[in-house]
């Protein structure tokens, strides 16, 4: 009997799932005309009630569903914790709410109450999610896909009214800037800064962070908590998505991506924060805000900012402390995930030992911490990039863009930030229009070289490039394979690394073409440096974005979209063949 009423709460779960899942998807989408379209007074409170009413209900129905789960099932598993501080979450907003709250922060705003009904769909949401392995597709096409539905879903949240503060933007602006921000690039035929509204800059805000980590690996992570783990086909799903063979570390490849990211970002923030002088952003509110924002737009690589006219031409042009904490923060973004988790894992064995043997006084066990080599391979390739990219820099633009800086000290942070933030972040503490030809031509180099493997930034990546001049040099030396830190490079990598060079040319030179044939009566240069931002998702420009026609801003669209996915991924996903071939063609050679 207790098997029968026990199999019976399961079913109704599952039925109270569903419930939960249209309940909170119907609030949502109340609380979004509420925010972000009504502005008559007497509706916006008839909408605002009627989402705290949905409110208490999805309480209800979510310590309801936890109770009996726990105290008629008897077990508690990983799902029950995400439960336990979402319905303590609810319950805390809902006694402060008829309690009171005296406290700096007024818990008492019906903002906590949305955000708890945003949490309960959004572990609904990450649970449906998981269903996905049971439709026919194609990781990698389910990838490209995530990111197409997040582009959509951010045009329709920034053509609403209350989003910006004049008139609401028009469709294929809002089209642009949402495809900006999902893929990282930081073009802009708008100001946010000026043109937004708080609603309009958190949701930017929302679509750099999931658009820089990707769609997938969020609703995977929080699927993963909120149903309790991964089934087969899931690991199966994610593994390609993230790029893991080894399917037992599929889920920690996953936590640890997260886990990197908010850490870093937190890190970022409170820097930020701190090199902020109060007398320029004297709500502390809001300063917390606009240090999260930059945050996050750095590590993402995404180039977007609050400030008025941009950080050339505002009071942080010579806020150096700001520049480097700000620099800092899309570094780690452009050395990827697998590095950085490198660093942490050999920091944290380092502090550890310490610990046990100074402090603790226990006997320790040195134990070899050894860097991959593709991860060694790519921290060098990223010291020989930041340094040359910074002397160069500094060398050609002293007499010039620098003379502004008064001391050493400026030109070197100034040189620093402005020549790693061209290869994929975007932001600019000098504005480009002004740069030397020279320094131009180096920026564009920069631009197109990008960020590193796994990480946030675009680009055709740092490690391609390394991997073509090594081949050259093997070639000269006549050898007839790369070997470089007591290893040899695979032809595939070779290959690839040509093919990815030769795709990002032909891409570039087409956006370059379309772009003449939708604009040419601006000027070719600038129109040039348009479409290698646009590819490599770098996010500079000569300040023609906002002049392009319709047909122009939906070229470079395109164009950061693919930058974003890659092209050889595209290709990979609707053209490769599947099906083994049980023979071998005799070789030849060419000649070249």
């Known amino acids: 009997m207790s098997e029968l009423f026990q199999y019976i709460i399961r079913y109704k779960a ?37 989402a705290i009413i949905l409110f208490y209900g999805l309480f209800s129905l979510e310590f ?11 077990k508690i598993n990983v799902t029950h914790f995400s439960s336990v501080f979402l319905s303590a979450y609810m319950l805390f907003v809902i006694f402060v709410r008829h309690v009171g709250w005296s406290g700096e922060v007024d818990f008492t705003r019906d903002e906590w109450a949305f955000l708890g009904v945003a949490l309960v769909f959004l572990t609904q949401l990450s649970k449906n999610s998981l269903f996905l392995d049971k439709l026919y597709f194609n990781p990698t096409i389910l990838f490209v896909i995530s990111f197409l539905a997040l582009i959509l879903l951010g045009t329709v949240l920034l053509m609403l009214p209350r989003t910006s503060i004049g008139a609401p933007l028009a469709f294929i602006d809002a089209f642009f800037m949402s495809t900006s921000a999902v893929c990282i690039t930081g073009l802009q035929v708008t100001n946010i800064a000026t043109q937004f509204s708080f609603f309009g800059q958190f949701v930017i805000l929302l679509l750099i962070q999931i658009g820089g980590l990707g769609i997938m690996t969020f609703t995977g992570f929080f699927g993963y908590f909120f149903s309790g783990g991964f089934s087969f086909k899931n690991q199966l799903m994610f593994g390609e998505v993230l790029g893991e063979s080894k399917l037992n570390e599929v889920i920690k490849t996953l936590l640890m991506i997260i886990f990197i990211t908010f850490l870093l970002e937190a890190i970022g923030a409170f820097m930020l924060f701190f090199s902020i002088d ?230 570039i030179l087409l956006c370059f073409i379309f772009l003449n044939v939708t604009d040419g009566d601006l000027d070719t240069t600038a129109l040039l440096f348009e479409s290698i931002s646009a590819y490599t998702t770098s996010g500079l420009s000569l300040g023609i974005t906002a002049e392009l026609s319709s047909a122009g801003k939906l070229v470079l669209m395109t164009t950061m979209f693919v930058g974003r996915v890659g092209m050889l991924t595209l290709l990979v996903a609707f053209i490769k063949d599947s099906s083994k071939k049980n023979y071998i063609y005799p070789s030849e050679k060419l000649l070249f």
């Open 278 to 507: 109060a007398a320029q952003i004297p709500d502390v509110g809001y300063r917390i805000f606009f240090a999260a924002f930059h945050a996050v737009s750095g590590f993402c690589n995404s180039g977007f900012t609050l400030m008025e006219g941009g950080m050339a031409g505002n009071v942080f042009r010579f806020n150096y402390p700001f520049q480097l904490a700000l620099s800092s923060m899309f570094i780690c973004g452009t050395l990827g995930f697998g590095v950085i988790h490198n660093f942490y894992t050999y920091g944290k064995k380092t502090v550890t030992a310490y610990i046990d043997r100074f402090i603790r006084r226990r006997r320790v066990v040195h134990k070899a911490h050894n860097f991959s080599f593709a991860h060694k391979f790519v921290v060098y390739c990223n010291i020989i990039v930041i340094a040359l990219a910074t002397i160069s820099f500094f060398a050609l633009e002293y007499q010039r863009s620098l003379a502004a800086d008064e001391s050493i000290w400026g030109k070197m942070t100034t040189a620093f930030f402005m020549a790693n933030s061209a290869r994929t972040a975007g932001f600019e503490t000098i504005g480009v229009s002004l740069l030397s030809m020279p320094t131009l031509i180096m920026s564009v180099t920069l631009m197109w070289i990008g960020s590193s493997p796994g990480s946030t930034g675009g680009g055709v990546k740092v490690t391609t490039i390394a991997v073509a001049l090594l081949n050259v040099v093997s070639l000269a030396r006549g050898k007839e394979s790369i070997e470089i830190f007591g290893r040899r490079i695979l032809p595939e990598s070779v290959s690839k690394a040509f093919a990815i060079i030769l795709l990002s040319i032909l891409s």
């Open 64 to 74: 309801i569903r936890l109770f009996a789960s726990v105290f008629v099932l008897k």
């Open 14 to 50: 599952q039925a109270l799932d569903k419930i939960m899942f249209y309940l909170s998807l119907f609030c949502t989408a109340i609380i979004l005309l509420h925010i972000g379209f009504v502005r008559d007074l007497f509706w916006a409170n008839m909408l605002g009630q009627s």
